[in-house]
């Protein structure tokens, strides 16, 4: 098992930008998966993007082209780059990871391994 622990949400306007951090308890696997999941209220919790071991990315259609999910290793930390928010990407943003696997969809059901959350709002 590893611990995620989220950072780096807040309050900010449309068009506003933001950066999550995830950060990872001491890990000692070489295939794994990181990824994003977001959840509004009154809503399922929805994959936003992964990251596996090799670098690959995969990202909902609705993000693409404003987030960018990167990981710096030294670190054991993931990050989510949000750019362009609206009112709809408003929800608490959940950090997950799946040890021992590559390649993994972006479903909330894969991942066994989950932080606590951090809460974005946008602004209109």
């Known amino acids: 098992q590893v611990q995620l622990v989220e950072s780096g949400g807040g309050s900010v306007q449309t068009g506003g930008s933001l950066r999550l951090s995830c950060a990872a308890s001491r890990y000692t696997y070489r295939r794994y998966c990181m990824g994003w999941f977001r959840q509004a209220p009154g809503k399922e919790r929805e994959g936003v993007a992964n990251?596996?071991?090799?670098?690959?990315?995969r990202y909902a259609d609705f993000v693409k082209g404003r987030f960018t999910i990167s990981k710096d290793n030294a670190k054991n930390t993931l990050y989510l780059q949000m750019n362009g928010l609206t009112p709809e990407d408003t929800g608490t943003y959940y950090c997950?990871?799946?040890?021992?696997?590559?390649?993994?969809?972006?479903?909330?059901?894969?991942?066994?391994?989950w932080g606590q959350g951090t809460q974005v709002t946008v602004s209109s």
């Open positions: 990251i596996d071991s090799g670098g690959n990315t």
């Open positions: 997950a990871a799946l040890m021992g696997w590559t390649s993994v969809p972006l479903a909330r059901h894969t991942y066994s391994n």
